[in-house]
Structure formats: structure tokens, C-alpha cells
């Protein structure tokens, strides 16, 4: 009886032991997380002057900065989602902006999701400078986010201009349909016969891992000679814009974020498609070159 009372109390003691390293596991994990959202090392190098940023740390999204386009399914693309501006789509959390892509039924077609896309139109907009931004993106079948560029004129948003004699550089575009750990660089314009033209994207691909793992810095470097694209700063991809053809890029430039669903690039989501999916957005930051 004695030595079965010694037992219970050697494993009461053991029990006891075990939730308090599990609790204290568990508040090191969540300190490390906030700890690993907060740091901020980036550093756009001494040539740069901030002269904008959205840290996204209110308690909603700042519509001084961004605009949420409603959008009907199929308008851009074919692609399959239609763009809202509920709460449930694009909110703060955790002070970083949340674009959440929703599968609404148990079937796959067009309608049958709902996503963001935000854009500074008549807000905010710039010509040249280093546009940075700190985000996780989302993966899979179907899914393709963005963080990119249009000309302000463009008489999408009250402009005189179509595209794509406005301009359009895009910062990032993953395919979720081709690969979640690759990102690609593009910009697109009206050639000398006002005919759609473009660079041509090119890929920057992870050592390892995919995009949805972790946080990234993605730079665009903007002036009147060249635009060039990093990633974690690594400089992937350049092109001149001296060219008369390539005026637009003279202009400023309005900001875009947002996630499409499907569409003529992108592929179809399946049943292999995880939902929701999120692109979540630390900061972005713009600065001009000092002189």
C-alpha cells in the first residue's frame, strides 16, 4: 500500500511536471512567433529615404491608403473568384493585413469563391523609388497571388489611359499550379504599334521550401534607367525602360494587392486546393533615392 502511494505520488509528480514544461513550451513558442513577426532587420541601404509605409498596426484597414475594389467573378482573367470588401476577405490581425481567399461551396467553378483586392488608386502613388514589402504568401492548385503595379492614369480607376499603354510591373506573381516555391517578375507596356508587349517573366525560386513557409522581402528598385526586382535581397531580374516605347514607366504608379483564384495563367483549384487561404502582409515600405 505504501510503495503503491509512493508510485501514484511519483507520477502525480510527474504529471505535474510535464503540463508545467508543456505550458512553458507552449508560452516560448508564442513568444518566439510574436518575437519572429516583430523583428525587422530589413534595411533598404543608404542611398534610400523612407517616404512611405503602411505598418498595418491600427486596428482596421487605413482607407486613407487603400481602396477594396468589388469585383464580379470572371471580370479579370476568367478568373474564377469574385473580389469583395467584407471583413472576411481582407482585415488586421495580428498588426498585419490578411487577404483570406474563401471556398464558399463544395464545388469548383466560377462564383463559388470570394477574395480581396486592394489598391492605392487616387490615394497613394509614386514615380520611381524602392517599393518593399514583407509577406507570406499562399500555395496550391489554382491559387495565385500578387503584389504589383498599375499606372495611375489608367482609366480603370478614373485615368484616360487603357491598359496596357498605362504600364504594368509586377512585383510578384506566384502560380500556385506550377510551383509554390517560385515567384515571378514582369512588366508590361504598349509597344511602338500600341500593341501589348512585355518583358517576359522571370522566376526566382527558393533553395528550399515554399513560399507559404515563412516571411520574405520582396524589392522593387525603380529609376529612370531601369527597373529591377529582389527577393531576401537578391537581385534576380532587370530592365531597362530608356526606350521611347517605354514612357508609361516616367509616370507614377499606383500599389495592388490581392489573391486570384483560377484564371487563364493560373490553372483551376481542385480538391487538392487547401481552403481558406491567406497572404498575410507585414509591412510595405516606399522610399526615394537620396540625391
Known sequence: MVKMKRTLSTLLATSVVSIMLLSCMEKENKTDLVTYLKTDNYNPGEDWKLVWSDEFSEESINTDNWNLQIVEAGRFNEEWQRYTNSENNAYIENDQLVIKAIHESDEHGIDQYTSARLN?????SWKYGK???R????YGEGIWPAFWMLGANINENGGDTPWPQSGEIDILE???SNDDATVEANIHFADQLNSHAMMGAVPFTLDQGKFADNFHIFELAWD???VSWLVDGKEYASFPISADELSEFNEEFFLLLNIAVGGTWAGRPDDSTQFPQFMYVDWIRVYEAIE
Open 120 to 124: 492605392t488608386a487616387n490615394k497613394q
Open 131 to 133: 517599393i518593399s514589402a
Open 135 to 138: 509577406i507570406k504568401l499562399p
Open 174 to 176: 506566384l502560380y500556385g
Open 224 to 226: 529612370k534607367e531601369k
